[in-house]
């Protein structure tokens, strides 16, 4: 059971552009949702991250949008620039649980010159 | 910066092999945790643990057990490797209970055949 998705396995955009990965999940006990980066042959690592009781986070290029009602969020990384190429993971806290993060399935994002 | 070090990057073993996974914080992290990673799967948590010899199952734990007798070690033994357990393994640690940030490793990349 698939509790946080990404159902965009890749991504392509132009250098400049506004790069848009989305997350969708399921567990309403979800309180705090972050984003990792990965390159290959190097562990994940944080990037931003957002409370649920916030709506929106921003860190210079990446903006991390939360929409509780319909149990989805997005990052956005304006403007896109080629080292930004790498795989995306959402990832999620459930309550209670103490530390434990549930993952996505992870987005490949290629920017292209 | 805190550093999480696993002690292999590549391992090929044979099926049936009992294999140990180190992995080594450097920063007093109170959680551990050890995630694998395959492809349109994302990262699936095995195990995790809270404190020294303290450990509790994660989604997949079959095949697998988990060993932590100091705070910065934590140790992933797969007990007799088959070939479905071929996959990146990603260790990682985090400060405590209500610390959600977690720093990877660089994975060890783990090939059974």
């Known amino acids: 059971d698939q509790q946080v998705k990404q159902n965009s396995p890749s991504l392509s955009v132009q250098e400049g552009r506004i790069s848009i990965l989305n997350c969708d999940y399921t567990?309403?006990?979800?309180?705090?949702f972050l984003w990792y980066k990965k390159y290959p042959a190097e562990g994940p690592t944080f990037l931003i991250s957002i409370s649920s009781i916030k709506d929106k986070n921003e860190d210079g290029r990446f903006t991390v949008f939360l929409n509780k009602s319909a149990k989805h969020l997005s990052l956005h990384i304006v403007p896109s620039q080629p080292g930004d190429s790498a795989v995306y993971f959402c990832?999620?806290?459930?309550?209670?649980?103490?530390?434990?993060?549930?993952f996505g399935t992870g987005t490949r994002l290629q920017v292209t010159l | 910066d805190v550093k999480v070090t696993q002690s292999s990057r590549y391992l090929v073993k044979r099926t049936g092999e009992k294999v140990f996974l180190e992995c080594v914080q450097d920063?007093?992290?109170?959680?551990m945790f050890w995630y694998r990673q395959d492809p349109g799967l994302g990262l699936r948590l095995i195990y995790f643990s809270y404190d020294v010899k303290m450990k509790e199952k994660g989604d997949i734990p079959e095949g697998y057990s988990v060993s932590r007798e100091k705070k910065e070690r934590f140790s992933l033994i797969l007990e007799s490797a088959s070939t479905n357990q071929t996959s990146m393994y990603l260790c990682a640690s985090s400060l405590s209970w209500s610390n959600y940030g977690y720093t990877f490793g660089s994975g060890t990349r783990l090939t059974v055949v």
């Open positions: 920063m007093d992290h109170e959680n």
């Open positions: 567990n309403s006990m979800f309180d705090y």
């Open positions: 990832a999620a806290h459930n309550t209670g649980t103490a530390s434990k993060l549930t």
